[in-house]
C-alpha cells in the first residue's frame, strides 16, 4: 500500500499568514493527489484536484503544488474560516489513501 | 442541489451485521462511480470500498473484504454497504462519496453527511 505522511500534524498561524502543509507519498504517484479540508462535525471538502488544481468554488488563497512523492497545500492569508482539518489522499493504485491529517488552528 | 443523505448506522454487537444506504438526489446516479470512505472517531480517513457506475466493478479495502459487500440501485439512485462478523475496529462515522474522476478515487467531489457505526457489547 502507498503510505501518505503529512506534516506538520497540527499548526497554530494568525490570521493573514501564508500556511504550507506537506504530503509525501512513500513512491511515486505522478499527479494523482488530491487534497480536502473536514471541518469539525463535517463531511471532508475536496480542495485542489491532480495536485495542482482548484476545485470549482474553493476560494483562491488555496494552492498545490508537486509531483512525484512531494506535494504542498498552501493557504495565502490565512482566514478564520479556514479552521480545519487538511487530508491529502493519493489515488495511483488501491487502496486509496489517506495522509494522517494536518490540523490547522488560529493563533 | 447534489445531495447524498446515509442511513442505518447505529449501535451493533460484535460479530452483529448491519446494512447502510446512502440516497443520491440532485444528479444523475448512473452516471457515477460511488465510494463508503469511514472515518473512527478522532482519527483520520480510511477508504472502505468502490462501485463502478454500472456496478460490474467492485473494490475493497483489505481490512473490509470478505466480511463487507458494496452495491447499489442504480433505479432507486442509491447505495449500500452490507456489513458483516463486525469488530470494535469497525467503529466509525461512514460516508458515501461521490468520484467524479476519470480514474478510480480521483475526484471525491461530494459527500454524505455519514452515519455513525458502533460496534460494541
Known amino acids: 500500500d502507498i503510505q501518505m505522511t503529512q506534516f506538520p500534524s497540527s499548526l497554530s498561524a494568525s490570521v493573514g499568514d501564508r500556511v504550507t502543509i506537506t504530503c509525501q507519498a512513500s513512491q511515486d504517484i505522478s499527479y494523482y493527489l488530491n487534497w480536502y479540508q473536514q471541518k469539525p462535525g463535517k463531511a471532508p471538502n475536496l480542495l485542489i484536484y491532480d495536485a495542482s488544481n482548484l476545485e470549482t468554488g474553493v476560494p483562491s488563497r488555496f494552492s498545490g503544488r508537486g509531483s512525484g512523492t512531494d506535494f504542498t497545500l498552501t493557504i495565502n492569508s490565512l482566514q478564520p474560516e479556514d479552521i480545519a482539518t487538511y487530508y491529502c489522499?493519493?489515488?495511483?493504485?488501491?487502496?486509496?489513501?489517506f495522509g494522517g491529517g494536518t490540523k490547522v488552528e488560529i493563533k | 442541489e447534489v445531495q447524498l443523505v446515509e442511513s442505518g448506522g447505529g449501535l451493533v454487537q460484535p460479530g452483529g451485521s448491519l446494512r447502510l444506504s446512502c440516497a443520491g438526489s440532485?444528479?444523475?446516479?448512473?452516471?457515477?462511480?460511488m465510494n463508503w470512505v469511514r472515518q473512527a472517531p478522532g482519527k483520520g480517513l480510511e477508504w472502505v470500498s468502490f462501485?463502478?457506475?454500472?456496478?460490474?466493478?467492485?473494490y475493497y479495502a483489505d481490512s473490509v473484504k470478505g466480511r463487507f459487500t458494496i452495491s447499489r440501485d442504480n433505479v432507486d439512485s442509491s447505495l449500500y454497504l452490507q456489513m458483516t462478523s463486525l469488530r470494535a475496529e469497525d467503529t466509525a462515522v461512514y460516508y458515501c462519496?461521490?468520484?467524479?474522476?476519470?480514474?478510480?478515487?480521483?475526484?471525491?467531489?461530494?459527500w454524505g453527511q455519514g452515519t455513525l457505526v458502533t460496534v460494541s457489547s
Open positions: 462501485i463502478s457506475k454500472s456496478g460490474n466493478t467492485i
Open positions: 440532485g444528479f444523475t446516479f448512473s452516471s457515477y462511480n
Open positions: 489522499q493519493q489515488f495511483d493504485e488501491l487502496p486509496l489513501t
Open positions: 462519496a461521490r468520484d467524479a474522476g476519470v480514474v478510480i478515487g480521483g475526484d471525491f467531489d461530494y
